[in-house]
């Protein structure tokens, strides 16, 4: 029986790499590298993760091209879900033909496998097509939506309430009152211009972990226009950009304000 691993290699730096990854990647005969054109350096640093943690000579890396998701469709998930096909017959062909029976593979994943990846529903969905078989595994990472907090020195969310992770697309559907604390990825639009006129605070940070980080925070009307300006020379620079955000609410319960005899939600 082949087996597959999905190794979560944290979000940005090579050090974000857990005992378990490493430990995983060494039992690993083939890794798979799938490259999409303007991301080399994602793939880079997967390269670079390899050499950093494993013996050469020990481990095959096969590359693979996958294609940029086609945008600007009417349909956003109908567009995902042929996108996420055609990888799934990328990934399917790396399976059957390169590597043998008894070895095993693995995909290293940004961050968690867990968070706004689909590389899990598409080894279900290989599986589920019964042209190969295989057995598989997530090995959990650190996802940037916690090195964003860690960086910015902040929790995820004050006490007892509530923390909602989104997308730039979903952030729309908030109502400004119901802004608390909201963890956005996958925000091409800049979505957090339209709650620029409320109390909230920004916490926001691109290219997280690598040598490029930017961060910046404060609230959101005092520091949008430092963000906009930035993503969009960083983008010009660079080809890509990645970046999150927390956007929260000013008022809250902080620490000094919390009856001392109830500690329910305090752990
Ligand atoms: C497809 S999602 C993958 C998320 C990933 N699985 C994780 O655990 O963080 C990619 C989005 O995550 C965020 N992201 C990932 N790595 C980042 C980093 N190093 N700096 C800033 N944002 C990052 C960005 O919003 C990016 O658009």
Redesign the pocket.
């Known amino acids: 029986m082949k087996k597959i691993y999905l190794i979560?290699i944290g979000?940005?730096n090579p050090d974000y790499l857990t005992v378990q990854a490493i430990n995983t990647m060494k039992k690993v005969d083939v890794f798979f590298l799938l490259e999409k054109e303007g991301c080399e350096e994602l793939v880079g640093i997967r390269k670079e993760i390899l050499e950093k943690y494993l013996e050469e000579g020990r481990y095959r890396v096969v590359t693979a091209e996958i294609c940029e998701r086609k945008k600007g469709g009417r349909l956003y998930e109908q567009g995902v879900e042929t996108w996420r096909q055609q990888k799934a017959g990328v990934i399917l062909e790396l399976i059957k033909h390169k590597m043998n029976d008894g070895e095993t593979g693995a995909f290293l994943?940004?961050?968690?496998?867990s968070?706004?990846?689909g590389q899990l529903e598409i080894l279900q969905y290989i599986l589920k097509q019964g042209v190969v078989d295989f057995e598989y595994e997530a090995i959990p990472?650190i996802?940037?939506?916690q090195?964003?907090a860690e960086r910015h020195k902040i929790p995820l969310n004050r006490i007892g309430e509530t923390i909602v992770i989104a997308t730039g697309r979903r952030l729309k559907e908030y109502a400004p009152s119901e802004v608390k604390n909201i963890a956005v990825?996958?925000?091409s639009y800049a979505a957090f211009r339209h709650f620029r006129d409320e109390d909230i605070d920004i916490y926001w940070?691109?290219?997280?972990?690598?040598a490029d980080e930017i961060l910046i925070s404060g609230r959101l009307k005092d520091v949008i226009e430092d963000i906009q300006k930035l993503r969009k020379e960083a983008k010009k620079r660079k080809g890509w950009i990645?970046?999150?955000y927390i956007l929260r609410r000013v008022e809250g319960l902080e620490m000094d304000k919390v009856d001392s005899h109830n500690y329910d939600d305090i752990c």
């Open positions: 979560g979000a940005g994943i940004w961050g968690d496998p968070l706004y990846d990472g996802t940037s939506v090195v964003l990825v996958l925000d940070g691109a290219y997280l972990g690598t990645m970046d999150a």
